[in-house]
């Protein structure tokens, strides 16, 4: 996998679920994802002795204990020089990364590193510290079977290929504001901001018109990527963020749209449900943009994606809708609130913990 002579960037992920089963299909701990891009269930390079004092005992140990590696090589110029190529592994190793968050909606990520080197005969050399990236969580209602399988590693090379060939570009930069969105929704573990910031990813690529009221913008536009069948769900979800964006919690949120539901972990529930329509909603959109090379010309600017608004052809520059209907059916309620109420309980020994500040504040006093 790794030649020598060969430069290479890699992702150590480690998930949170204990019984994690490795997507890796090949019996060696090795599948190939496309010339250059592998996917291993076994640390794909040794660390040298020196290596492995520089790193440290704590960082070498997510290193070595993690579930998954991501690993891209390239064939250097120069394997003694840390330069534009390893730039360039870093940049297609996290794009491979972003790529497999956004098509596997039941991942969750305890750590994260991105680490690089290169391949000497004498074996390889760990060129500097490993970046730590944010962890990621699944959101609650998920179900079990949405874990990462083998498809997710081939769908994200393909994400990753058009993220690349998009802000390769210099522009896309709406698009660049969506996948901050995302990536700030599936790593915040407040139902809150998942909803928040997946709606505004919604909204990055909706390009709603304020002069024309955002809320009905919103829906007409969503109807168009996701099909009519749950129109008032769309606006439910619009007017839930907008509670929240004025922080306002949950609860407050639900009685906006639901009145009816007085019970608050219903409501919680179906704060839950709300969110986890949103996000995966959003992914969807999201990996279809840059999955579809028809699209880009229309996503590359603002000025162009007020012109798909109103193309005649955007029907078939788009395809088929996204089914939202599958979204729906998929959330499991008694999961949510299974999850909720051990959320909750973490909370408890939080405020527990509160109530042994204060005490030691007024003692001080």
Known sequence: MIEVGDKFACFCLQFWATDWTSPVAAPDALTSLCPFMWAADRLPFELSTTDRERVGSTVLREIERSHLYLVVTHRASDPEVQD???TALARRATRLYAGLLLVTPGISIRSARLVDG??????FRYFHDSERFAMTYQAPGTPASWGVAPPHLHHAVRVARGSLATHGTG??????????????ALGARELATRLQQSIRALEGLILPQTARGTAGVFSDRLKFFCGAQHVDLLRHLYRM?????????PIAAVKEV???????EDALVHFAFAAFVAENMARACVVRVY????????FRTDAGLEKFWTAPGKTNAWGSEIDLAFIVRAFEPETARRQLKAARAEESAGERADAVDQAWI???Q
């Not at 290169?118 to 074996?123: A, F, P, T």
């Not at 963020?241 to 919690?249: A, S």
């Not at 999955?291 to 229309?298: D, G, S, Y």
Request: net charge negative.
């Open 291 to 298: 999955e579809t090379e028809k699209l880009w010309p229309f």
């Open 84 to 86: 534009l190529e390893m």
């Open 118 to 123: 290169v391949r000497l005969k004498e074996g």
């Open 171 to 184: 522009d896309f930069h709406r698009m660049g504001r969506v996948s901050a969105a995302m990536s700030d």
């Open 258 to 264: 639901r009145p009816d539901i007085a019970n608050e």
């Open 362 to 364: 007024d003692a001080d």
């Open 241 to 249: 963020r907008g509670k929240v964006e004025h922080l306002h919690g």
